[in-house]
Nanobody, 124 residues
């Protein structure tokens, strides 16, 4: 059974920083991509940042426009972990942040997975 567990959310003032972590556990052979989505109250879930394997150490990273220059996604392939460093946080960044893993390969097959979500609140 594969699980994604997020941590690092909380309450922060505008301009502050938070670092989210997401660890994938289970009988994992490999993971193609990992990243973060968020859902604000009354809004649809949106992609924030994603990193996919491309044969290099850095991988391919994509960000939604509103977080470019403020958020940085990184991945520890040995630990099946993805991080999201969030700087210069704004009230508009408030929401539940969900970890997503795209194509986790196990002996049973391949599937996508979601974490349970972690709340990020940016407020003074």
């Amino acid at each position: 059974q594969v699980q994604l567990v997020e941590s690092g959310g909380g309450l922060v003032q505008p301009g502050g920083s938070l670092r989210l972590s997401c660890v994938a556990s289970g009988n994992i052979i490999s993971i193609y991509g990992m990243g973060w989505y968020r859902q604000a109250p009354g809004k649809q879930r949106e992609l924030v940042a994603f990193i996919t394997s491309d044969g290099t150490d850095d991988g391919t990273r994509n960000y939604t426009d509103s977080v470019k220059g403020r958020f940085t996604i990184s991945r520890d392939y040995a630990k099946d972990t993805v991080y999201l460093q969030m700087n210069s946080l704004r009230p508009g960044d408030t929401g539940v942040y969900y970890c997503n893993a795209d194509k986790i390969f196990t002996p049973s097959g391949v599937a996508d997975y979601w974490g349970q979500g972690t709340q990020v609140t940016v407020s003074s």
